[in-house]
């Protein structure tokens, strides 16, 4: 079970925080809500053939966002080729993740 908290920032730090949580882990990025907000579109990624989603950063290293395998996964690191270490989670915390930070995009 895979647990997300989306904090929206504040009016001098427009940037947005995604805590996810599983059992013994937790990974926080951060990224302006537009950048999240694209994740929107992850179900028509592939890891084999169309990319990623660049969203955010981790541990200071960017954050990749791929549908594989019907999850979608977070990779950190230079890239999304030469990642650092990744995170699987269900396609469905993606989702409420981008529909939370589309509500706090301005029209």
């Not at 925080?17 to 950048?35: D, M």
């Not at 994740?39 to 028509?44: C, E, G, N, S, T």
């Not at 977070?74 to 270490?85: C, K, P, R, Y």
Request: charged share 20%; net charge negative; aromatic share 8%.
């Amino acid at each position: 079970m895979v647990s997300m908290t989306f904090d929206a920032g504040r009016d001098m730090d427009p940037v947005a925080t995604v805590k996810l949580c599983g059992a013994g882990w937790e990974i926080n990025i951060r990224a302006i809500p537009a950048e999240f907000a694209r994740l929107a579109a992850i179900r028509d990624t592939d890891w084999e053939t169309s990319g990623s989603i660049g969203a955010g950063t981790c541990a200071g290293a960017p954050a990749f966002w791929v549908q594989h395998d019907g999850n979608a996964v977070i990779l950190v690191g230079q890239d999304d080729e030469t990642w650092d270490f990744a995170v699987t989670i269900p396609l469905a915390i993606a989702d409420e993740i981008a529909q939370a930070a589309t509500a706090t995009v301005p029209a």
